[in-house]
């Protein structure tokens, strides 16, 4: 299956074992670059929507990942630790990765979808053992220009496969297809890909909820919450029903699952984190429409503004109408990506196919063949950091 629309054997092809436990690879401009800086965006301080051309100005971040795995009590143990993006794009560029503390190869998952450092101790340390990864990456702000279309920008019959197929907790049948076909229902018969996916981003909008209560970015059981009517959660539940959804209705979409790298600067606190960014995983989404490319949008961060913004913003009010509208088709990259991948089998893992996880958006780690919970800072504490270097 693909690693990505332009393919990332270049990359694939780097992987292996680290030399004296450090790691560096630097990744190459691969991707279909999408048109820039034709789209007026909303700046949105004051309340009202005021437009003004976006920049290009790229930002360059350092991003340090710190692992400690506690009462090993000399139990073999082993951790994996999410990278970004192995193939380039032309809102994001990683610049190199280093580890330290342990030796340590860079690995993918089967898919190709997701890459991530391994690293494994023999249970020879005492009662901890760390390990540390550090990654410079480049950003800039993301803007799709849904005009002009080049008709060479499409995918492969594979790809369109690929990217349309149901995962285990986001099916593209049963209730989750005639729910996409209830909301595409009302459009034109001619009605485009771009068209369709609005409508589900506005749907997703307008129904679904973020719940503070739910556990780190939640787990996307798109079939549960359509089927109980429950619609709440957060990232990678709210953006897994756009996902399933779109691809339901027949258009390729994917999740990408990253972290907030520094503060906003369009004028909302709740999307951004910078410093200490450890619980600030953020997951986000994509569409892919013929001769336009891969689109961006990220209904869920719409609903995160209108819970946390200000106190809580009515759907109506000034700065979530703004952010709504930019959330398709943009994003702030003030944001680090991971990768697109699901149902994801850890290589290595003692558990096989049972220990699988929903996404690759926190570190993991085993001790002794057993799971140790990412979201346990008791048993595996680890600390992220963002830098601003350039």
Known sequence: MPCEVENLSKFCAQLGPAQSGKIMYRSRRTFIKTTLGALALPSLSPL???????????????????????????????AWIPLPLGADRDFFKTQSIKTEGANAKI????????????????????????????????????????????????????????????????????????????????????????????????????????????????EGDVKMMLETNNLGGKCADLNAVYVALTRSAGIAARDVYGIRVADSVRGYKSLGKSGEITKAQHCRAEFFAKGYGWIAVDPADVRKVILEEAGGLPIDDAKVVAIREYLFGNWEMNWLAYNYDHDVVLPGS??????????????????????????????????ITSKLIA
Request: with cysteine; charged share 25%; proline share 7%.
């Open 350 to 383: 003692k558990l096989g196919k049972n220990g699988k996880v929903p996404f690759l958006m926190y570190p993991q780690a085993e001790i002794n063949g057993n799971r140790v919970d990412p979201l346990d800072p008791d048993n595996f504490k680890y600390k």
């Open 107 to 218: 690995i993918q998952s089967a898919s190709g979808q997701s890459h991530m450092a391994h690293v494994q101790w023999q249970g020879n340390e005492n009662d901890a053992a760390s390990f540390k990864v550090i990654a410079t990456i480049s950003t800039r702000e993301r803007n799709n220009v849904l005009s002009a279309p080049n008709p060479k920008l499409q995918l492969s019959k594979q790809e369109m496969l690929f990217w349309t197929k149901g995962t285990d907790l986001l099916p593209v049948d049963g209730i989750v297809k005639q729910k996409a076909m209830e909301i595409i229902k009302p459009l034109p018969k001619n009605a485009s890909d771009i068209d369709k996916a609005r409508a589900i981003y506005e749907w997703v909008v307008e129904n679904t909820f973020r719940n503070p209560k739910t556990r780190g970015c939640g």
């Open 48 to 78: 009202q929507s005021v437009f003004a051309q976006p920049t290009n100005e790229w930002k360059t971040y350092e991003i340090t990942t710190e692992i400690t795995l506690k009462d090993m009590l000399g139990y073999p143990a082993q």
